[in-house]
């Protein structure tokens, strides 16, 4: 059974920084899409950033320039780095994974995620 696990979250000021961790147990890296959602309060959960099996990565709009996703096969863990975070950016953050291919973000949210961590809390004051 494939269990994300993810770490780093914590309270920031606008304009600070954030790496958040997640370590996927029983999961064989580049069989398909792993990605970062958010849900902030009141909110749909979104995909703020995709990574294919192909290490091809895309990211929301709002937070391409600023958010990085990468992952380290060996540690069997997926990163998420976060730089300038603003207020919009408070957010519950989790990590999902699935064994399906996707092309890109938009293809990967499509065709859906089988795997999901428990959240780590993301809060950015002003």
């Known amino acids: 059974e494939v269990q994300p696990v993810e770490s780093g979250g914590g309270s920031v000021q606008a304009g600070g920084n954030l790496t958040l961790s997640c370590v996927l147990f029983?999961?064989?890296?580049?069989?398909?899409?792993m990605a970062w959602f958010r849900q902030a309060p009141g909110e749909e959960r979104e995909g703020v950033a995709v990574?294919?099996?192909?290490?091809?990565?895309s990211y929301k709009d709002s937070v391409k320039g600023r958010f990085t996703i990468s992952r380290d096969s060996g540690k069997n863990t997926l990163y998420l780095q976060m730089s300038a975070l603003e207020t919009d950016d408070t957010a519950v953050y989790y990590c999902?994974?699935?064994?399906?291919?996707?092309?890109?973000?938009?293809?990967?949210?499509?065709?859906?995620?089988?795997?999901w961590g428990q959240g780590t809390q993301v809060t950015v004051s002003s």
């Open positions: 990574m294919n099996r192909d290490d091809r990565a």
């Open positions: 999902a994974a699935t064994r399906v291919y996707g092309s890109d973000r938009i293809d990967c949210l499509r065709r859906g995620f089988g795997f």
């Open positions: 029983g999961y064989t890296f580049r069989t398909g899409c």
